[in-house]
């Protein structure tokens, strides 16, 4: 019986590199005309890990053109966590409206507040209504 390749292949132990030496490293490729393949062999890098690091530092260095920049990445990833949460969040939303009405599978257009002295307000922009702070809502024929 055969044994998987990540069994057969040893895997490098995964490290860490501070940023003076990734810009060391970078420096070697891009300002003293080394190779991505020499550099790595004579720094114990592999390729593809310092290929990435010059591909940013020149992204950097020509500030986007090449590529997204350091900032840019950063924001494209707190983006997307934050789409990330807001669709759960959303999908959140979506089951309990379903699961606190029963027949209701989307919001319906119409609808309205209730006020601390019972009154229907229709929806509004801000958070309170006329009459003082909203209390319940309701959508308009299921309450």
Excluded at 11 to 27: L, N
Excluded at 129 to 136: F, Q, T, Y
Aim: hydrophobic content about 35%.
């Amino acid at each position: 019986m055969s044994r998987p390749m990540a069994d057969t292949a040893k895997r490098r132990a995964r490290r860490q590199f501070t940023d003076e030496f990734k810009a060391s490293a970078v420096r070697l490729v891009l300002d003293e005309g080394k190779t991505v393949g020499a550099a790595a062999r004579d720094l114990d890098l592999t390729e593809t890990a310092l290929r990435d690091w010059v591909t940013r530092a020149r992204a950097d260095r020509t500030r986007g053109r090449t590529g997204l920049t350091t900032a840019e990445r950063e924001e494209l990833a707190r983006l997307r966590k934050e789409n990330r949460i807001l669709q759960e969040e959303r999908d959140i939303l979506k089951k309990a409206a379903v699961s606190s009405v029963g027949r209701c599978t989307t919001w319906h257009a119409s609808t309205w507040y209730k006020t601390i002295d019972g009154a229907a307000r229709t929806a509004r922009s801000d958070s309170t209504a006329e009459d003082g702070p909203l209390v319940s809502l309701e959508t308009r024929g299921i309450a």
